[in-house]
């Protein structure tokens, strides 16, 4: 354990740190999904994904929703723009991709955002999720994370990524779990939303944990390890790394 002058404990150093480059809207490509700036362009995609071809429960433990036609929807995406530190992204199906930076036509899966940004620290959330009922359990939804957290720790550097839910919400608690974050601890009356409490279950990824974890990542999302019909052969076990 390092202590200062003072005899006193203190933090481990970090050499040469600087401030991380803020967070801006990005596309990132995968196998079974690529991940783009939500906006106009895939609007229609992602509300129907989210919306009408989701139960009403897809909403429960988010702040807005849910909603009944593409106005209300796009309020929420507009709030979301509103937010300070908020990168709202599409997750969208792999087909169709991008050409020359714009948007292309696909199937609409989910949202996630980058939240809480925080380049003097090098610290950034997910969240914002709302996966669509044809995400939910697929590949492609392991996989928009992964990218996501990719971006967040290889390309600009980052030292933490935080997942936050409701402590209610078990099916995000495991998938957290299963996606490599660390229980930290639950932040008890932590928000009112929809008229009722929340307590709030915070999750992370270290930088030196996400070494560990990218390896796992890139052995599961081979295509080898899925059989012809898209069933995976051996689980991502990133819990146990």
């Keep these: ?13 970090v050499p040469g740190w600087t401030p991380r480059p803020p967070v ?7 196998r079974t999904c690529r991940v783009e700036p ?17 139960p009403p429960e897809t909403w429960t433990y988010i702040t807005g929703g849910p909603y009944e036609d593409r106005n209300g929807f796009a309020g929420h995406v507009a709030g979301l723009h509103a937010l300070a530190a908020c990168v709202p992204l599409a997750i969208l199906a792999a087909e169709g ?28 959330e997910v969240g914002g999720i709302v996966m669509s009922a044809a995400l ?34 078990e099916p995000s608690r ?19 939303y929809k008229g009722r409490n929340r307590d709030t279950d915070w999750f992370s990824v270290t930088d030196d944990e996400w070494r560990r974890l990218r390896p796992a990542y890139d052995a599961w999302l081979d295509p ?7 069933q995976q052969r051996r689980s991502l076990g990133l819990a146990t790394l």
């Design 24 to 30: 801006e809207p990005v596309m990132l490509t995968g």
């Design 136 to 169: 939910q359990r697929t590949t492609a939804a392991t996989e928009s994370m992964y990218l996501m957290m990719r971006h967040i720790f290889e390309d600009l550097g980052y030292r933490r990524y935080e997942w936050k839910c409701d402590s209610l919400n």
């Design 97 to 124: 991709q991008a050409a020359e930076g714009q948007a292309a036509d696909a199937q609409g899966l989910g949202i996630a955002c980058y939240l809480r940004i925080d380049p003097a620290n090098g610290s950034a």
């Design 1 to 13: 354990m390092r202590t200062n002058e003072h005899g006193q404990p203190i933090g481990d150093e």
């Design 224 to 230: 080898a390890n899925f059989d012809d019909a898209g």
């Design 38 to 54: 939500l906006g106009e362009g895939n609007l229609d995609a992602v509300y129907d994904a989210v919306c009408v071809q989701s």
């Design 174 to 192: 495991r998938a957290a779990v299963r996606y490599g974050f660390t229980y930290e601890g639950r932040f008890r009356n932590a928000l009112v």
